[in-house]
């Protein structure tokens, strides 16, 4: 019997090749090799390149880049990683196989030399995509892949070689994940289709789930931007010519914006340092920046998607960084509830003239109705199970500590992004209004937007904010392209940028497990 693994995906989760150009160049660097090798990426999608010249061409260029030392500790850092990568069902699986006897093999489309320590490991025999020596790579001598890409139909015939001859269906048992495995699979009378059990599963069709968050950003910008679409022939055009007269001031407007972040950044690395993980670095940042891509949902809950990509890449405990998103929910709902409770009486609501009160009520009418909409029927049980599920990640210990001076940054933060809307009527009205009033409609039209439980609070946040800007005294035509404006610079920019700095790379690890 012949029991032949995959490795990447099956036999460990992820990619090997993947966590080694990231020992190599880390995430910042693999992402610029990245954005250098664009014509073979595009070339290689319209097919007009094949996978193994683009995976030579990607290591080739990650090579040349990392000086010798950084490729010998690289490749001495590796098996330890990938053996605590190993999934312990296909371990369970592996053992058993060879408990009775059968011959088991890793069959992979990663180089032979980022997985022969691990084959070793497990007392396995290995058969890989060859390649030339990783530490003589250079400009003269640039790697060269010295066999065809063990992927897809050439699993086959790499095994065939290796075998001899290839096995009766009935002798082969195999093990894969994606769509280079599917030969290898139906070639198998028991085929195990991400499955480790006794019982045979048929190969299908994998989804595509790991594009998932860059489409899911896309979906949200598009939502954002689109209600420029359905504006009047002259709002649009007061947007443009608001537009154009901001340009010079965009460095200054996303200045206001970064500064921000940094303290949503300052704020995290201190919730994180209570419960002693990871340290402040860019693989850190950038992790923590991708989940901005997902912001825009209700309650910020896409932001979780930071939790998966953090655990993946650097190794941080998945529960303890849940118990920090809530704590950042925590100090987030007391800064904006302190800020109201101070400025919002006296530099809103008290100017407000009678005739606005309908208004405003209807306003809130409108949210309450959006919010009712995107509940379940029985919102009282929904309601109760959520308090359930969440109520274990309350900040508690140290964590609860770390709150309160959480809760001072974000009070700092939310004044300090609402100088975004200040600046704007500052900049376009004709009257200008002061900053506790620009904070306080800042986060009267976000707490509308919040409670409407649309992505992003689309429509009712920008609409409470041309709303509350004309009870100072601002015209609508003037209020509504300061109410997009200020949604576009503070939201749904960042909600693009988190998106590209996100999907780089993805767009790696999909490209890399192709050979998988």
Known sequence: MIAAFDCDGTLIRGDATRRFLLLLRGPIGLGLDLCTLAPQLLAWRLGRCSTAQL??????????????????????????????????????RLRWHQQHGHRCLIVSASPEPLLAPLACHLGVELIATGCTDLLQVGPSSPLRLTTPNCKGPEK??????????????????????SRGDRELLLASARPHWRSFGSVAVAYSSPKTGRWLLPLSALALLLAGLSGVLFMGPEARADLARSGSS??????VLYGVVALSNVGRYWRWRLLLGRLEIGRPSWPDLLGWFR?????????????????QLLHE???????????????????????VALLLLVLTPAQVLGQLPNATTPLLLCLALL????????????????????????????????????????????????????????????LLAPAPITIPVAIAIYLLSGTAGMASSLPGGIGVNEGATVLLLAQQGVPAAVALPIAVLRRVITLWSMVALAAVVGAIPLMAQAQLRRDS
């Open 55 to 92: 995976k030579e061409a990607v290591l080739n260029r990650a090579l040349q880049a990392a000086p010798l030392l950084r490729r010998k500790a690289a490749l001495r850092q590796l098996p330890a990683i990938l053996v605590a990568q190993l999934r312990p069902q296909a371990v369970d």
């Open 156 to 177: 086959l015939h790499f095994l065939e070689r290796h075998l001899g001859d290839l096995p009766p269906p009935e002798q082969l048992e195999a093990y894969g994940d």
């Open 246 to 251: 901001l340009f010079r001031w965009l460095p």
């Open 291 to 307: 989940g901005f891509a997902l912001t825009a949902t209700p309650a910020k809950l896409g932001e979780l998607s930071r939790v």
């Open 313 to 335: 890449q650097l190794g941080y405990p998945r529960l303890p960084l849940v118990h920090v998103f809530v704590a950042e929910r925590c100090a987030d709902v007391t800064a």
């Open 367 to 426: 949210a309450l109705i959006a919010a009712l909409l995107a509940s379940r029927p029985s919102r009282r049980r929904w309601l109760q199970t959520l308090w359930q599920h969440w109520r274990h990640h309350l900040p508690s210990g140290a964590l609860a500590r770390a709150t309160p001076p959480a809760a001072l940054i974000s009070v700092l933060v939310w004044a300090n992004e609402a100088l975004v809307l200040w600046l704007l009527v500052w």
